[in-house]
């Protein structure tokens, strides 16, 4: 096997393991809702270093 096609095997598998996961968590309730939970946390605790960095790229921006 050479080394794209084991990459492409790779990928094939974490993707296909990835989308069963993303199942699993949206049929079980419990964990649905810990993962809703976890990603509004870091939304909220992300938010002021993303609203940073986007206004410092827009400065960058408009100075070129």
Do not use: C, D
């Not at 050479?2 to 309730?29: D, S």
Request: overall charge positive; aromatic content about 6%.
């Amino acid at each position: 096997m050479t080394r794209e096609n084991a990459e492409k095997t790779a990928n094939i598998i974490l993707g296909v393991a990835g989308f069963a996961a993303a199942l699993l968590v949206l049929r079980v309730p419990v964990l649905r809702k810990t993962a809703f939970k976890l990603g509004r946390t870091a939304l909220v605790a992300g938010g002021p270093w993303l609203a940073k960095e986007a206004g410092s790229a827009w400065r960058h921006t408009r100075q070129a």
